[in-house]
């Protein structure tokens, strides 16, 4: 296999994938290990210069935290108009939480505000064509709309109180679409429209059942009247079948999946002659007990708003997967058990520790593992994929205990289910990375896989071997294929992990080509007529915009929007260095911003520098890169301590996304020691390299970073002078199932992991200061969490900790007089302490 990357400039940083697979990390898919032609490994500069400080005014931090309207509003989820030369966007109203949508033309630097009574006419980002990309169907407040992309013509298929959904074309032509479980064909012909399933969640009827106990049976003997009636619900019931059956004009289109189910997931083939149902028990997100109190309410009462259900009182689901044929009205379960690994028992190792721990002994057996359609953070597409001509359909699995991954085909005739392809993972299969489908007019289908470590592209014939399409030490993610086979595109970090650039690959030939060369953080939507790409931009130091492209290698990208305000620009901001901080435990380093004071001289020597390091949220999340942060009003914050002579860290600890498989597995059990060996490693570096003070350092962040914060506060008690938690979780076992569980396993299985990582545990270390910002009406990490640990404190009788509580904030605070206040004492906490 041959791996040929053209581009105008050097692909910095490719790498060749390692010919030995990770320890725990593995797929089975008779993948082609061929590697003829790869380019050689490069190595990625230790210091990235980012542009220089831009403006005058120094920032103050009531501007930072004020509300971000003076910034100029962005354009927001951008997407393509049915005719691939305009773009359709949304813009906040200055002063107001209401969105406007604007269009534009690609030739055009201005746009038009679109009237609210012409709404439905422009289309949507989720908009579908037919086989011809002759017509666009879409859904505007629940009504189907299908328009003409030749004579612009715009037809209006529903005007109901309901809402439909999901359009589809079929390959004859006709339209698909759904009104909760029920799929309705519209002949676009003769605008008839024909019931074709309704999912029913309840047990098939039995109907009229003969008597059954001994004295129903003598009744029926013994009384006439008793007998005739029976004769005459009987011959209803059998004329009633006779006429669902012969008259063609009726609707007998009833398919009962179960009571107490819930559909999950459905998808239609291209022929609408057959579905795959996935269904579940019915659960509820939540026990009686979840509420959340609101004290902050407009009449003035507690509202007991309902919360989530803690992972420590998750319980294992398992999915059935149905396979109904329209055509012939039969509907059939699809097993689990021709997956590969599907009763294994992955967490043997997990248990033996665990039960040793109570002395007990633990007896691995084989049980069906609960499995299920997987969970993606970024999913926009369906785990359910069927092919061009609906001979085949693709579904991803995964398994209850993150450890397993399938793409699975059917055997329609055995009605079985054939692996694909099978990733197993030691720790835990990503949230990200799960794109797939298959090649147009093929049964070849296309995935990500994390196999060598890395998402990578990967091709595969569902009667042949897997080829790599793409191969280094890089991540790919976002794919799109044409419609004629000739390219995937897909966004990579090709030449630096932090530095998103867009590529694409001939699925034919393995030939890669770089597209753009923005320098920063880009992400790609191709246009209806694949000519063009809509392309939102960033740099480190500039918000997002929108810009266009040919479709084509190297292309040349023109920006359309403008919205960053001349205030924004006329603020003096500290533009960080990108960094690669060696680390005391791995290979790769750990990549971090880093912000210098304007007076700061390199080599400068007499270590009189404080510092601050800032440690961001999610875990998974990657803010050392080249593109505008999410965090921007921290932006601001760590610009305004440069000015004050503070250097500032910001770090992609292990954990963190974008740097590969074992970086973000590095916590699997032990959420907070790697994170906390990472913050140890920039102190050393900020001593060795920026001339700081190890005595002087704080450390602070928030949700993720808040726990971070706590860690390293309660487990490394010499590292940082002082600390601030905000929205912090204090005990993993209080956290939510489908982040948690992936990282920790589940609660009843492995305490060990969750008594490991939580901070609860630990806080007998706690010796600096600590500030704790809580707020009341967080749905996410529980204003619970911090109640607790200060009760812990209190009972520990420790005395260098204080706690602020935000009544109105959810996770995400809104209010710029909370932002404010809450920064004013992060603020006077480092004053203080540094």
């Known amino acids: 296999m041959i791996f040929n990357f053209s581009s105008s400039k050097t692909l910095v940083a490719l790498a060749v994938a390692s010919s030995v697979m990770l320890a725990g990390c593995s797929a089975t898919a008779n993948t082609s290990s061929s590697q003829q032609g790869a380019l050689p490994a490069t190595k990625v500069a230790a210091v990235v210069n980012t542009p220089a400080d831009v403006g005058s005014q120094n920032i103050t931090l009531e501007q930072a935290m004020a509300d971000p309207d003076w910034m100029g509003n962005k354009p927001e989820n951008a997407y393509w108009g049915l005719d691939s030369s305009t773009i359709i966007y949304a813009q906040k109203q200055q002063g107001s939480t209401l969105r406007d949508l604007y269009s534009q033309s690609i030739t055009s630097q201005t746009a038009q505000q679109i009237a609210l009574d012409k709404l439905h006419t422009i289309g949507s980002s989720k908009a579908v064509y037919s086989k011809n990309k002759t017509l666009a169907a879409y859904t505007f407040k629940g009504n189907v709309f299908v328009k003409n992309l030749k004579t612009g013509e715009l037809k209006q298929i529903t005007a109901t109180s309901a809402s439909e959904s999901k359009p589809q074309f079929l390959n004859n032509g006709d339209l698909v679409y759904r009104q909760g479980n029920v799929f309705f064909k519209v002949d676009l012909k003769t605008g008839i429209t024909t019931e074709i399933a309704n999912l029913k969640l309840a047990d098939e009827p039995k109907g009229l059942q003969e008597p059954s106990s001994y004295i129903a049976k003598e009744q029926h003997k013994l009384i006439e009247f008793v007998a005739l009636q029976q004769k005459n619900k009987q011959d209803k019931q059998t004329r009633n079948e006779q006429i669902n059956d012969q008259n063609s004009s009726i609707a007998n289109t009833s398919y009962y999946l179960g009571d107490g189910n819930t559909v999950k997931e459905v998808q239609l083939s291209p022929n609408g002659d057959a579905l795959i149902v996935v269904v579940q028990k019915q659960q509820s997100w939540r026990g009686e007990g979840d509420i959340m109190p609101n004290y902050i309410t407009n009449d003035a009462t507690i509202e007991p708003k309902k919360a989530r259900r803690r992972v420590a009182d998750a319980k294992e689901q398992t999915s059935e997967l149905v396979y109904i044929n329209l055509a012939d009205k039969t509907q059939k379960t699809l097993s689990f058990d021709t997956l590969p690994g599907f009763d294994e028992d992955v967490l043997a190792k997990v248990k033996k520790e665990n039960y040793a721990r109570d002395g007990k002994t633990y ?128 966004k990579a970090n090709i030449e630096h992990p932090g530095l998103y650039e867009i590529y694409r690959v001939d699925p034919q030939t393995g030939t890669n080509e770089q597209v753009t060369d923005l320098n920063g953080m880009t992400d790609y939507t191709l246009s209806p007529d694949e000519s063009k790409l809509l392309l939102n931009h960033s740099t480190i130091m500039m918000p997002a915009e929108v810009y266009v492209a040919d479709a084509k290698a190297n292309t040349t990208a023109t920006q359309l929007t403008h919205t960053v305000s001349d205030e924004f620009l006329a603020k003096k901001l500290t533009a960080p260095k990108i960094v690669a901080v060696p680390s005391s435990h791995t290979d790769q380093p750990i990549y971090a911003k880093v912000y210098y004071p304007s007076d700061y001289v390199e080599g400068e020597t007499g270590k009189t520098r404080k510092a601050v390091i800032f440690n961001h949220g999610a875990g998974y999340l990657q803010n050392s890169h080249m593109g505008f942060s999410v965090y921007f009003r921290e932006f601001m914050f760590h610009s305004l301590l440069a000015d ?18 074992d970086w973000r597995t590095a916590i699997y059990r032990q959420m907070g020691t790697p994170e906390t060996q ?53 005990d993993w076992a209080h956290y939510n199932t489908g982040y948690t569980a992936n990282i920790l396993n589940h609660p009843d299985v492995d305490p060990i992991a969750y008594e490991r990582s939580s901070p ?58 909370s932002w404010l206040d809450e920064y004013r004492r992060i603020h006077k906490l480092f004053k203080e302490t540094l």
């Open 363 to 490: 007896k691995s057996e084989k049980t069906p593992r609960g499995i299920n359609l997987i969970m993606d953070w970024g999913f926009e597409q369906s785990p359910i994929v069927w092919n061009d001509d609906g001979s085949q359909v693709a579904i991803m699995l995964e398994a209850w205990d993150n450890k397993d991954r399938w793409i699975a085909t059917v055997d329609f005739e055995s009605n079985k289910l054939v692996s694909q392809h099978r990733l197993h993972d030691d720790a835990w299969i990503a949230y990200a990375f799960n794109n797939f489908g298959w090649l147009h007019d093929s049964n070849t289908l296309y995935y990500l896989s994390e196999e060598s470590g890395y998402s990578q592209l990967y091709k595969k014939p569902i009667n042949g071997k897997a080829t790599a399409l793409t191969q280094g030490k890089f991540e790919v993610s976002n794919l799109t294929l044409t419609s004629d086979n000739s390219a995937i595109y897909y």
């Open 678 to 730: 990472d913050l140890a490693d920039g102190v050393k570096w900020m001593a060795q390299n920026a001339n700081v003070d190890t005595k002087a350092v704080g450390t602070y962040g928030g949700s993720y970073g808040g726990f971070m914060t706590f860690m390293a506060l309660f487990t490394a008690p010499e590292l940082f002078q002082s600390g601030a938690a905000l929205r912090p979780v204090t």
């Open 644 to 661: 004050e002579g503070y250097i500032v860290m910001d770090m992609d600890y292990r954990a963190s996304k974008g740097y590969g498989r």
């Open 760 to 817: 609860i545990y630990y806080a007998e270390g706690l010796n600096k200061r600590l500030l704790i910002n809580a707020p009341m009406v967080d749905d996410n990490v529980f204003f619970q969490d911090s109640v607790r640990l200060v009760q812990r404190l209190i009972e520990l009788k420790k005395q260098n900790f204080e706690t602020a509580i935000f009544p109105v904030e959810p996770h995400g605070f809104v209010q710029p007089s």
